[in-house]
């Protein structure tokens, strides 16, 4: 028996969920599926493997994870054996399961490719799922069709996502809708919101949003030079350019705002401890693509002599780069998508939103790349520097009310007139991704310089910049945007401290939940992790093998599995692989006298 301390949310949340597995004592059905919708930093994955392990207690079941990325699978993995869960991310539609794991971890985009989905619907037939980030699964029509094949018969389907979200042309499997003025809105069964985290206290960190405008000059298709900032009205192509033109590395716009974002980043590393200084702190550019992600990080190693780690999808070590800046106290990150979403790295504190990616489900997501609590921090205030655009500002805006909201103590003067939400937003929609490749295909920047940066609450409320009337020769200044250095911040505390650790109604005593193999020994390695490093020993040794005898690798890794009584390595167990290698070594010591 082992005892999980939830958090208030989690443990209303529960409580709702197993709720739904009591029959209806009309006709005795469950709720099949509940959607949980809770902020980033919120503690998701520890409610829903809770969740998922009461209800394995009852029964033994498989359990299921669909997680938007692989790299994620192994955080899900890591995140299961904490809670005495062992979970499969290695696993492939041409393997079975091994006994000695309680279940898998797999993405939307491998259920929907070969025959993932048909296999999973056997596997998972009565178990239970959770699908993390289910709005991905309407991201293509094969997604969900896959998701639907997989899990139609499951016990129970657990769906998790950090921000509401709507319909597009397709509707997700085992999601329920409102229609709404807006379209129609997934109904989630809980809702735990940014300013409902802050009001708990060690949650989430309160989020800053430097704003910039600046002076962009571009050359259209026809050969039209046009000048904008961000305070002008343009149409929606108009506005697309004018952001990509800012995010270009031609122009000043981008160093002007990266030279900001280092200094703040630097600030916060040599501060003191209890002004909210930390010297492990980290920053991340989120950028527009693979190139563009490059250009940034030479920049940031070039002109601001600091180092800049570069993760993007194309590249195989990407998983081990993210995972190894979460643990060390390197500076700089910069990825396009890999990091906007889900990934756990609890140092960011400094970031810059430097994509064209302007939807709004998108930005809440990679904010919340910044938001996650460090316990035992005093004062952990995060700063997102933003473009100016009237879509990103209507975006922070209303991050940025639910946090001053919370934090502004009563009376205190707002300053929302300064600041208009909207900006003309219907007007300067941002194109999405296929408009931009046909509308920039002919298109050139001439010069984008940084003219105002701003420090967003609810309006401007903190930092400034001037320069020469010649926009060539800008001169940036910028007041300190730093918690205790800037009177904008001093009417907001830091978020109160957790009431909730210690209440014994927040605790649950779970039995531990043995595999088909049995209880598999607690350790601080994964099964998974374990199960990695024999299959590698093993390899291993089969290439020595393979040396030695002078047969090929099938025929060693054959009678590898012969003399240990293992059928296939990729559903062996631990103990079996263990076994392998040990018999294995042993066949290699008699060869080599």
Request: hydrophobic residues 40%; proline residues 6%.
């Amino acid at each position: 028996m082992s005892t999980i301390t939830l958090r208030p949310w989690q443990r209303a949340a529960f409580d709702l969920f197993t709720a739904g597995a009591r029959p209806d004592p009309t006709d005795g059905t469950i709720h099949q599926d509940f959607l949980a919708v809770a902020t980033p930093g919120a503690g998701k994955t520890t409610f829903a493997l809770t969740c998922a392990r009461a209800a394995l207690a009852e029964e033994s079941r498989p359990l299921v994870v669909v997680a938007p990325t692989s790299h994620l699978k192994t955080q899900w993995s890591l995140a299961a054996h904490r809670l005495g869960l062992e979970l499969d991310p290695r696993w492939s539609p041409g393997d079975g399961l091994a006994r000695d794991v309680h279940g898998l971890v797999t993405t939307y985009q491998q259920i929907a490719t070969g025959s993932a989905a048909a296999k999973l619907s056997g596997l998972a037939a009565d178990g239970f799922v959770i699908l993390d980030e289910v709005h991905h699964a309407g991201h293509e029509k094969a997604w969900g069709d896959g998701i639907r094949t997989a899990f139609g018969h499951a016990y129970r389907r657990l769906s998790l996502s950090g921000t509401p979200f709507r319909s597009d042309a397709v509707q997700i499997p085992f999601v329920r809708y409102d229609a709404t003025g807006e379209g129609e809105l997934a109904h989630a069964d809980y809702t735990y919101g940014y300013g409902d985290a802050l009001r708990d206290g060690g949650v989430v960190r309160p989020v800053y949003f430097p704003r910039v405008d600046g002076d962009m000059e571009w050359t259209t298709a026809a050969g039209h030079v046009v000048s904008a900032s961000f305070q002008d009205e343009l149409t929606r192509d108009q506005g697309s350019m004018r952001l990509r033109t800012a995010l270009s590395l031609e122009g000043e716009w981008m160093p002007s705002v990266l030279a900001k974002a280092v200094d703040q980043l630097r600030t916060i590393r040599t501060a003191p401890a209890d002004e909210g200084g930390q010297p492990d702190a980290g920053g991340l550019v989120i950028a527009s693509d693979q190139e563009h992600a490059h250009g940034i990080a030479r920049l940031l190693r070039d002109r601001f002599n600091v180092p800049a780690d570069v993760v993007v999808s194309d590249d195989p070590g990407a998983s081990k780069k993210i995972e190894e800046f979460s643990k060390n106290d390197r500076p700089w990150m910069v990825s396009v998508r890999m990091v906007s979403e889900g990934v756990d790295i609890p140092r960011l504190r400094v970031g810059v939103f430097a994509t064209t990616t302007s939807t709004e489900l998108f930005f809440r997501q990679a904010i919340g790349r910044f938001v996650r609590w460090q316990a035992g921090r005093a004062s952990q205030k995060a700063y997102v520097y933003i473009p100016d655009d009237p879509r990103l500002r209507a975006h922070a805006f209303s991050i940025a009310e639910a946090r001053r909201h919370v934090l502004r103590p009563p009376g205190a003067e707002n300053d929302a007139d300064e600041f208009q939400p909207d900006g003309g937003l219907e007007e300067q929609r941002v194109a999405d991704d296929a408009e931009q490749l046909a509308l920039f295909s002919e298109f050139s920047v001439v010069h984008a310089h940084a003219t105002d940066i701003s420090i967003h609450t609810v309006g401007a409320d903190g930092g400034v910049i001037a320069g020469d009337s010649d926009p060539a020769h800008v001169e940036v200044r910028f007041e300190p945007t730093y918690d205790t250095a800037t009177p904008a911040f001093d009417d907001e505390p830091d978020p109160p401290a957790p009431f909730f650790a210690s209440d014994p109604a927040l605790q649950i005593d779970l039995p531990e939940i043995p595999t088909a193999a049995g209880l598999v020994p607690a350790g601080s390695l994964s099964n998974a992790e374990i199960k990695d490093d024999l299959r590698t020993r093993n390899a291993h040794v089969a290439k020595r093998l393979v040396d030695v005898t002078g047969w090929n690798h099938a025929k060693v890794q054959a009678e590898m599995n012969r003399r240990a009584g293992v059928n296939r390595v990729a559903t062996a167990t631990n103990e079996q692989l263990a076994r392998r290698l040990r018999y294995s070594e042993s066949w290699l010591r008699q060869l080599l006298r």
